[in-house]
C-alpha cells in the first residue's frame, strides 16, 4: 500500500488552483468565448442571492433585491462550493475495507481509499443488511440530524430517513443540541417550547416597551443566519431600536458575562453578571420584588400556578433554608446588593420585555434560568401586553417580524407512506429504547444497556452497532472530543453523506459526496418566521467531481432492495419541485394568488408582503379559560406538581438554584481551571457550515486558526499578545486558537465560537486540536434528568502562550487516499 496523497494535496492548495475545475473544462473554447454568463436565483441559510454564472461557473454573487440587510457570508458562498475540503468521490476507510475487528483503533486516521458509487453503495446496502440481520434495529442509529441545508424537496434529513426507514427500523432522537434544556422545561411552565414560536412583533415591542432586557442575547449577531431562506427584516427593527435608545424613549439593557456585538452596535447598558450564575441574580430580584411589594399580586393569583410554593423557598423556608436575598447572591453572581435592587425596581418602572437568548441554557441546570425568566414575567404581570412579558426567541430566524400567514411549502417526505413495511419488519429493540435524548447518543457507545431518566420517562441506552449521518455534523455539534474518540471505537461501521470532509466524515467508514445545495434544483420558504413568500433555488452549476444529490444518493440506495419507485414516488427532481409548488399554491388559494410555476421559476421568487402585529400570550390574558395555556392546569406554572413528582434531584418542582460542577470566580474546579469558557453560536458562519470557506475565514482566522477572544489584562499576565498562537486546555483536552485581545470580555472569561473545524494532529486520544474546536474542551453531562440537554457551556479552561514548532492545521482539505 503506498500513498498518492493526491486527494489530500488538492485539499491543502490554494483556493485559485481550485477554481480550474468543474465541468468548464469539458466546454469547447469556442462555447466559452460565447458564454456571457446567466444570473440565476437560488436561497440559503445567509439569504437569498442571485449569482452570475458563467462558463460553468459561478463568478459573482449579489443579495437579492427584497434583502435590505444582506449579511456578508453571503461572500463565503462561492468558497462553499469551490472549497479545498469538497468530498470528491465516494470514499471507505482503509483499514474498514480489511474488516480487521473493523479496525477500531486507527478510526480517524483519515486514510480513505476511492471507490465507485457501485461499490460504496453495496457497502452501504451491505452493512444495513448484515446489522438488520445480526442484531435488529436496536443496533442502527439513522436519527441524528441537523441543520441541513436550505431547500425542501432535497432535505437531507429526509431523504435519509425515509432510504433506511424503508429498509428497516432504527434508533431515533428527541430534542436537539439548540434549545434542549429549554423547550423541555417551558412546556410544562408555558405550556410550549416556546423557543420555537412566533414572537411579540418586535413594531410592538417599540411601541409600547419602556424597557427591554436583552438576557444572554445577541440578536445582531444570531440573526444573520435563519433555519429557512433569511429575509433579514429584523434588523429594520434593531435600526429602530438602536435610535430609541440613543434618544432615550427606550431603557436597553444587556444581561451578560460579555458585552456582546448587540450591546455593541445599540451602545447600551451592560449589567455584567458571573457566567452561570444568573439564577441567584433572578431569586434575589424576585425576593426584592416580593419584599418591597412590587410584584403583580392580581395578575400570580389569576394566571398563575405555584406561586406560594416556590415564594417560600425564596423566602428560606423550605429545601436549603437560606433566604435569597441581594446579599446572598451578589456573592455569587458579582452584582452588588444594591444593583440587585435597583434593578428590580427598574423592571416595574413601565412595561418591561424580557428578551433570553439560548446559550443560557446550554448549560448544567439549563432548564432554571428559562423557568425563572417565565416567573418573573409573571411577577412583573405584563405577559400577553404588548411590549411586556417574556420571549425566548426574537434572536432566532427573525421570530418577531410580523407574519403574512403564508402557507410556505412542504418538503420531501421523511417517512414512508402510512401502512408499508419495511424491508425487515422487525420492531425488536431487545428491550433497548428506540428513541434517545439527543445529547446522550455518546453515552449508548460507552454506557451501553445504561438506564437513565428523562422527561418523566425511563431510557434503556442501546448499545448500537451502526450510524448513518446525513446533512449533519455530529463531530462538531457534540462535547467532549477525546470521550467521542474512545466511543468510536464501539462502532462497527459509520456511514456518512456529506458535500465536506468533516470531522464526521474523518471518523467515518463509508462516506458519499453530495452535491451542495447550489447544485440541484429546489424551492424554500422565505422567511422562517415572517413568511415572507417562496424563493426558486436554481441549480446554479452541475455537481462537482462525483458529488450526487441525497435525492440520487438514496434513490441508488432504495434500488437495491427493489424499492426505488415506492421512494421517489414515480417523480424526478424538477417533478418533485412543481409538485411541492403546486401543492403550496393549492394551500395559499383565496389568501395569495400564486402564478403559474413557470412564471414563478422564471422570476426566481414570490413575495408575499409584510404581516400584521401580533402579541404573544395575548389571548391567554384576555381569557386564560378559554384560551388556557398547554401546561396541566392550563395556567402559567412557576410550580409544576409533575415535575415535582418525578423525583429528580437536579430538576425539582420549583425553579431552584443549583451548583455547577465547574464554574469560574471561585467556584468549582476553578482553583485548577480559572476560566470560564464561552461557546457561543459563531458571528461568521452558520454552526460548523461556512468554517471551510476560505475567504471568510480569511476574515477572522489568526495565524491559521480559530480566535480566542481574551480580557487584556488575563492576556498580559500570561505573556500573550494579539497574534500569539494560544494553547487552551484542561482535562479533557488541548487545542491550538489565536488570541484576540478585547475589552468586551471580563477578567475571567474566554470565548471561542462553537462550530470551528476539528483537526486532532491524530486519531490518538488526548492528540492536540490544530485548529480550534472548543468542544475539545466542554464536557459531555446532562443539563439535568428532565431533559438530559447538552451542557456545554459548563466548562473551565486554562491558557498560555504556544512555545516550539507549531503543528499545521489538520481540519481542512481532503483525506489521505490510499491505494488498498
Not at 449569482?51 to 463568478?59: I, T
Not at 455584567?272 to 426584592?288: G, R, W
Not at 463509508?510 to 447550489?518: D, E, K, R, S, Y
Request: charged share 25%; hydrophobic share 35%; aromatic share 10%.
Amino acid at each position: 500500500m503506498t500513498i498518492t496523497r493526491r486527494s489530500f494535496l488538492k485539499g491543502a492548495a490554494a483556493t485559485s488552483a481550485v477554481s480550474v475545475i468543474g465541468p468548464s473544462l469539458l466546454m469547447s473554447a469556442k462555447a466559452s468565448a460565447a458564454d456571457a454568463g446567466t444570473w440565476k436565483t437560488t436561497g440559503s441559510h445567509w439569504g437569498a442571492f442571485r449569482a452570475l454564472v458563467q462558463d460553468g461557473k459561478v463568478q459573482e454573487i449579489k443579495p437579492l433585491e427584497l434583502d435590505k440587510h444582506p449579511t456578508e457570508m453571503i461572500n463565503g458562498i462561492k468558497g462553499i462550493i469551490y472549497s479545498p475540503s469538497r468530498v470528491r468521490y465516494p470514499m471507505v476507510r482503509l483499514d474498514w475495507l480489511k474488516k480487521h475487528k473493523y479496525a477500531a483503533d486507527t478510526r480517524g486516521n483519515n486514510r480513505f481509499v476511492r471507490v465507485t458509487w457501485d461499490e460504496a453503495i453495496d457497502h452501504f446496502y451491505n452493512e444495513l443488511e448484515r446489522v438488520q440481520k445480526e442484531y435488529g434495529p436496536w443496533a442502527l442509529h439513522a436519527g441524528q440530524t441537523g441543520w441541513r441545508q436550505t431547500g425542501q424537496v432535497h432535505s437531507s434529513g429526509n431523504h435519509m430517513q425515509r432510504a433506511v426507514a424503508m429498509h428497516g427500523n432504527f434508533i431515533k432522537k428527541v430534542g436537539d443540541y439548540s434549545t434542549g434544556a429549554g423547550q423541555t422545561i417551558l412546556p410544562y411552565v408555558l405550556g410550549s417550547t416556546e423557543v420555537y414560536a412566533q414572537g411579540t412583533s418586535w413594531s410592538e415591542i417599540l411601541e409600547n416597551s419602556d424597557n427591554i432586557i436583552l438576557w444572554a442575547n445577541d440578536p445582531v449577531k444570531n440573526l444573520q443566519v435563519g433555519w429557512a431562506c433569511e429575509t433579514h427584516e429584523s434588523f429594520e427593527y434593531l435600526d429602530q431600536l438602536k435610535e430609541k435608545v440613543a434618544k432615550g424613549d427606550i431603557n436597553l439593557v444587556s444581561v451578560d458575562p460579555v458585552k456582546n456585538k448587540s450591546q455593541r452596535f445599540f451602545n447600551n447598558d451592560h449589567m455584567y453578571i458571573h457566567p452561570q450564575t444568573d439564577v441567584p441574580f433572578m431569586l434575589a430580584l424576585a425576593h426584592t420584588l416580593y419584599k418591597e411589594e412590587l410584584y403583580d399580586e392580581d395578575f400570580v393569583d389569576t394566571y398563575c400556578l405555584g406561586f406560594e410554593e416556590f415564594i417560600a423557598y425564596v423566602n428560606g423556608e423550605t429545601k436549603d433554608k437560606v433566604e435569597k436575598t441581594p446579599e446572598w447572591a451578589a456573592e455569587i453572581c458579582g452584582i452588588s446588593a444594591d444593583k440587585i435592587r435597583e434593578f428590580a425596581r427598574m423592571l416595574t418602572n413601565g412595561r418591561t420585555q424580557l428578551l433570553f437568548g439560548w446559550s443560557i441554557q446550554r448549560q448544567q441546570h439549563g432548564e432554571q434560568p428559562y423557568w425563572m425568566g417565565a416567573v418573573l414575567a409573571a411577577m412583573l404581570g405584563q405577559v400577553g401586553l404588548p411590549g411586556g412579558g417574556v420571549s425566548y426567541g426574537h434572536h432566532y430566524s427573525s421570530i418577531g417580524v410580523p407574519s403574512t400567514e403564508f402557507a410556505t411549502p412542504g418538503s420531501f417526505p421523511r417517512n414512508p407512506e402510512q401502512g408499508t413495511k419495511p424491508k425487515w419488519d422487525n420492531s425488536d429493540f431487545n428491550g433497548y429504547s428506540k428513541v434517545i435524548p439527543v445529547a446522550r447518543w455518546i453515552d449508548c457507545l460507552t454506557e451501553p444497556g445504561k438506564e437513565i431518566r428523562h422527561n418523566g420517562n425511563t431510557v434503556k441506552l442501546p448499545g448500537y452497532k451502526m450510524m448513518v449521518i446525513s446533512g449533519c455534523n455530529p463531530w462538531h455539534h457534540h462535547q467532549d472530543r477525546n470521550n467521542m474518540k474512545k466511543a468510536f471505537k464501539n462502532l462497527q461501521t459509520v456511514v456518512t453523506v456529506d458535500f465536506n470532509w468533516t470531522a464526521s466524515c474523518r471518523f467515518s467508514d463509508i462516506v458519499l459526496p453530495a452535491c451542495t445545495q447550489w447544485e440541484r434544483n429546489d424551492l424554500d420558504g422565505y422567511g422562517s418566521y415572517s413568511k415572507r413568500g417562496l424563493v426558486a433555488m436554481h441549480k446554479l452549476v452541475e455537481p462537482l467531481f462525483e458529488s450526487k444529490s441525497d435525492f440520487d444518493i438514496m434513490t441508488e440506495l432504495t434500488k437495491r432492495f427493489g424499492r426505488d419507485k415506492e421512494y421517489t414516488r414515480g417523480m424526478n427532481e424538477m417533478q418533485w419541485v412543481q409538485h411541492l409548488y403546486n401543492e403550496c399554491r393549492k394551500a395559499n388559494t383565496g389568501k395569495f394568488e400564486l402564478p403559474e410555476f413557470d412564471a414563478f421559476w422564471e422570476k426566481g421568487y414570490f413575495d408575499a408582503g409584510k404581516g400584521k402585529p401580533w402579541v404573544r400570550h395575548a389571548a391567554f390574558r384576555d381569557d386564560p379559560e378559554t384560551n388556557a395555556l398547554g401546561t396541566p392546569s392550563g395556567f402559567l406554572e412557576i410550580s409544576s406538581r409533575k415535575i415535582g413528582r418525578f423525583g429528580y434531584e437536579e430538576c425539582q418542582e420549583h425553579p431552584m438554584w443549583f451548583e455547577k460542577s465547574e464554574r469560574s470566580h471561585g467556584g468549582p474546579g476553578s482553583d485548577k481551571h480559572p476560566y470560564w469558557l464561552q461557546s457561543c453560536h459563531p458571528d461568521k458562519r452558520l454552526h460548523s457550515q461556512m468554517c471551510e470557506s476560505e475567504e471568510i475565514r480569511a476574515t477572522y482566522a489568526v495565524n491559521g486558526r480559530e480566535p480566542i477572544y481574551l480580557n487584556p489584562e488575563d492576556a498580559k499576565s500570561k505573556g500573550i499578545k494579539d497574534g500569539d498562537v494560544v494553547r487552551v486546555f484542561n482535562d479533557r483536552g488541548q487545542l491550538l486558537a489565536g488570541a484576540v485581545l478585547m475589552d468586551s470580555y471580563a477578567k475571567g472569561v474566554v470565548r471561542i465560537e462553537e462550530g470551528a473545524w476539528y483537526g486532532p494532529a491524530n486519531e490518538k486520544v488526548g492528540s492536540i486540536d490544530t485548529y480550534g474546536d472548543p468542544n475539545t474542551l466542554t464536557q459531555d453531562i446532562p443539563a439535568s434528568e428532565l431533559s438530559q440537554a447538552t451542557s456545554a457551556n459548563t466548562c473551565l479552561v486554562d491558557f498560555e502562550k504556544f512555545t516550539g514548532e507549531l503543528p499545521p492545521v489538520t481540519a481542512f482539505g481532503g483525506p489521505i487516499e490510499m491505494k488498498a
